[in-house]
């Protein structure tokens, strides 16, 4: 199985600074992993012909309508996106969004050919009280346990821009939890404060297919330099 390799750009950036970044980005890398950019919605129709797999970072659970804001999967594969994520933390805790609602948006993805990425991961609280993998099967407990193909993203929640990253059997205890739901191979990702200095490890060291990059993946020659090691 091939490692991922996510660019998570968040609401950061401008038609420059992408443009920017994939110029230095193509300039820097040096060979061909998977490499994902998860653009701003705004920007991916944009960016779709510069050669990299772009992603969306959130979709709406329902097909079309009267729903102000929000953009469907269709949407997203007529502007170029290949996979989106869903899930992540951010948009859980600010958009209110429910286990239901990411199910109706893998869905929604599924049936327009993206691959959904699906964030899931514990708070620090969860954490401290020991119930990290009772959280994650929750999360997941509404996903099809046949699903084929699907992608993971574990992301403790505290772990995320806070230069804090678990240690390797924590996260090789979390992904066990996550792959034993599952009847079918799956890909699963780490992302947290992950950097150029600790992606190596995180990646010789643990049982992860990949790496779900925020902050540092706004630094196109970072960036380059973890999908390098990918
Ligand atoms: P971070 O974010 O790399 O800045 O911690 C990861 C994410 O939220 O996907």
Redesign the pocket.
Known sequence: MSNLI?A?F?MHGSHAFIEDWFTNFNQNKTSSHDVVVALPASYIAAFRNYGIVLSGQNVSAYESGAFTSQISAEMLKDSGADYC?IG???AREQLNESNESIREKFDQLKRMQINPIV?VGESLQVKETEKTKDHLRNQLSVLDSETEDLIV?Y?PIW????GLVPTEKEIDEAIGSIREIFKKPIKVLY?????ASNAQILLDNTDINGL??????LNAQEFAKIAQLC
Not at 159 to 162: D, L, M, V
Not at 212 to 217: D, F, K, T
Request: aromatic fraction near 0%; charge should be neutral.
């Open positions: 996510v998570n968040k994520i992540h933390s951010e964030c993203a992301e772990a995320i821009g806070t992302g947290g404060s992950v950097k779900l990059v925020g902050g540092a993946s």
